[in-house]
């Protein structure tokens, strides 16, 4: 727990329906123990599609297709999305909520590895979410600032694990070292890139908001 839980709890208790749909997405999720976003993390995010009015967006790591509709919910009926999952069953899955809620001519579902697919993507996008393996953004983020229109947002998901990103390597668990010290120098990266402006927030599980602001040098 990053943030007190009673301002959690409470914040949670503001929360509105985002639709029978997602409400029932949202809860076998859970159930199965699917990863998904918190829920003050997914106000944030529909809050940002809101304010962006992403005509593109990408999403890195898709899991069973609840963040990609949340955003799909929020944003404008001529936008796109394309999604980028690697675990085949999560991909069957995503699939077939997609269908279901209609939604397979807006939100494109690639199934690979991202270091892969991101250098074939064609075009920029508006909004690039990333909530994937963390111990890989690092090593995606040169390509992913290639595919971010100038303007575009950035949203880095779960970049404060749990609140250990602030303790030394030696606090953390032997098996986590390697996803702790690149999650920090990703980071890094982020806050001194001089095309980037960058907001780390602890929200949900930590939430880095990065902006590209100028058409010059790329990292």
């Not at 997602?22 to 106000?43: C, D, N, S, W």
């Not at 209609?102 to 199934?111: A, F, M, Q």
Request: aromatic content about 6%; some cysteine; overall charge neutral.
């Amino acid at each position: 727990m990053i943030t007190n839980e009673r301002i959690t709890a409470y914040l949670h208790s503001l929360d509105t329906c985002e639709g029978e749909m997602l409400e029932k997405l949202k809860r076998a999720a859970l159930k199965e123990h699917v990863p998904i976003l918190k829920p003050e993390t997914a106000a944030l995010l529909r809050a940002m599609v809101v304010l962006k009015n992403p005509g593109r967006i990408l999403e890195v790591g898709t899991a069973v297709g609840y963040s990609a509709l949340l955003m799909a919910s929020v944003m404008d009926r001529e936008a796109r999305i394309t999604t980028i999952e690697n675990q085949k069953a999560r991909c069957d899955a995503a699939r077939a909520n997609l269908a279901r809620a209609g939604e397979e001519r807006r939100i494109t579902l690639l199934e690979g590895d991202a270091g892969a697919l991101l250098e074939g993507l064609s075009g920029v996008f508006d909004l690039i979410f990333m909530d994937a393996a963390k111990g890989q953004y690092l090593g995606w983020l040169p390509f992913v600032l290639l595919k971010l229109a100038p303007g575009g947002l950035l949203f880095s998901d779960n970049v404060l694990q749990g609140g250990t990103i602030a303790e030394s390597r030696y606090a953390v668990e032997r098996r986590e070292r390697t996803i702790h010290a690149r999650m920090r120098e990703y980071l890094y990266v982020l806050k001194h890139t001089p095309e980037l402006e960058t907001a780390i927030l602890p929200v949900g599980d930590g939430v880095a908001l990065s902006v590209y602001r100028q058409k010059g040098h790329r990292i």
